[in-house]
């Protein structure tokens, strides 16, 4: 039961807006320590896991090509492309990079789109425009709510398609647990159980991306009528 | 044959020029604490599997220390003015596109290409391998054809990771701390208590308990995959598989997607939830998961319903 000290002091560490680094490490130190470890052996196991993740951090390479496009008007760009058509709204727009991104991950292309390869330099600013193409302007928070949403369609795309691919780490960790059971089940049959789920996801997720559509444009009406 | 290993060096290459360029950068009242974080970074890269684990555990209390004490930060101001970004963006327009386009083209032609033809790269690490040699061609192209100063990627991708700050590290930090609890064994303790929460002899109840299982503990723990088999252990082997006779694999496959419900509430899953919020420089870090709640929590009751309708 101490051991569980670490996931309270997370907790409470993340309620309190402490920083998120210094819980994390004494939240494993306190962990370590309620199981019996000593202090040496704790950071020597962070550190292994620390080298051993180094791969979740490589992402960031490709920050010089976002900044130098960036610099000479990417984000711009992506916009005035939406403004020109006139059937791109925020609600379709989303839907289809969600459809897109869910596609590509079935297939297990999931590395291929994301936070700052995609969602940055393109999707986000694309949605602004789509929102401005309909609102006269658009406030400080209803910007900030269509970029959330925007990163948001982006991790609900990949979450609810990459288990349809058969070669993907969640899908081999299920295969080789329920094996350990005396279970032997055949790769395909968990993907085509993820394939109802994906269909759920995209009809709620897309719906709640026409009622921020719809909600923007009211909050629009009401502007101009106070006006 | 190209393996992670190159990915490492370039990666660490990248943040020891960040690092470079931040101290030189005298308009940051920060410039050392961003360039000893970075460094460090740029170490662990590069140098990381000839530190030892203790040695890499002292370079992460370091990390800690210079973050966790206010000692980096973003300089004011360097942005390109935006009446010079759209004035270029006029000119190159597409091209800007494109070379923003080559990132994942090469990502997707390099998986296939690597997988097919062996030998060239670690078909394990097609994709990693792909982006990161996506990087370099894009940067080659748009520098051919932009010829922007030499130094402006770098000083460019230094800001926006700067504007991030030390959520850059964030996911690592997190599984790493996953790494302990399983040490300590935390997956036993909570699978334990959850297993005893269920009411005897309820199919629906044992099914509920289950999907909302997965979902709590993978927000607790950031991640499905170190959910699954304490809550495979604790709650779908022994009731809903072995009691109950239901199918295994629906059982894992959606219990596993009921997990990815909790991942999109929770900060624990920093590189998807909170990176993104200061990627896009949202003022509530917590914008992100605001978004994602009303999918997720819908979803999870879809999920649980089709454990229940599908498996018995």
Known sequence: MLVLIGILIIIAGFLLRFNPLLVIMASALATGLAAGLDIAAIVAAFGKAFNDTRYVSIVWIVLPVIGLLEAYGLQQHARSLIGRMKGATLGRLLTSYLLLRQAMAAVGLTSVAGHPQTVRPLVAPMAEAAAEAKNAALSGDQREEVKAFAAATDNVGLFFGEDIFLAIGSILLMKGVLEGYGYVIEPLHFSLWAIPTAIAAFIIHGLRLRRLEKRMAQQDRMQEASA | ?312
């Open chain 2, 1 to 312: 044959m190209i393996t992670l290993g190159f990915v490492y060096v370039l990666a660490g290459l990248t943040f020891a020029a960040f690092a470079f360029l931040g101290l030189r950068d005298r308009t940051n009242p920060k410039r050392f604490g961003n360039a000893a974080f970075w460094g460090l970074l740029a170490v662990s890269m590069l140098a990381g599997d000839r530190l030892g684990d203790f040695g890499n555990g002292l370079l992460v209390l370091a990390l800690v220390a210079i973050a966790g004490t206010g000692q980096i930060g973003r300089a004011p101001g360097g942005d390109v003015p935006p009446d010079v970004q759209a004035q270029r963006a006029a000119k190159h327009g597409n091209f800007l596109l494109l070379v923003a386009l080559i990132i994942p083209a090469v990502a997707l032609a390099g998986t296939f290409l690597f997988k097919w033809v062996p030998g060239l790269a670690d078909p394990k690490q097609a994709t990693l391998i792909s982006l990161a040699l996506g990087v370099l061609i894009a940067l080659a192209v748009g520098m051919a054809r932009l010829k922007p100063p030499p130094l402006l990627p770098l000083e460019q991708g230094r800001r926006l990771l700067d504007a991030v700050g030390w959520a850059a590290i964030l996911p690592q930090m997190l599984a790493s701390l996953g790494a302990v609890f399983a040490l300590a064994g935390v997956g036993e303790v909570v699978g334990d208590l959850i297993g005893t929460a269920i009411p005897e002899g309820s199919l629906f109840g044992a099914t509920l308990a289950f999907g909302l299982g997965m979902a709590l503990f993978t927000m607790v723990m950031g991640n499905a995959f170190a959910a699954f088999p304490v809550m495979l252990a604790a709650v779908g082997m022994p009731l809903l598989i072995k009691q109950y006779g239901g199918d295994p694999a629906v059982v894992a496959a959606i219990g596993m997607l009921a997990g990815f419900c909790g991942t999109l509430m929770t900060p624990m899953a920093a590189n998807f939830n909170l990176v993104p919020a200061a990627l896009l420089e949202l003022k509530n870090p917590y914008g992100v998961i605001k978004a994602q709640i009303g999918t997720a929590v819908p979803l999870l009751a879809v999920n649980i319903l089709f454990i229940w309708l599908f498996a018995f």
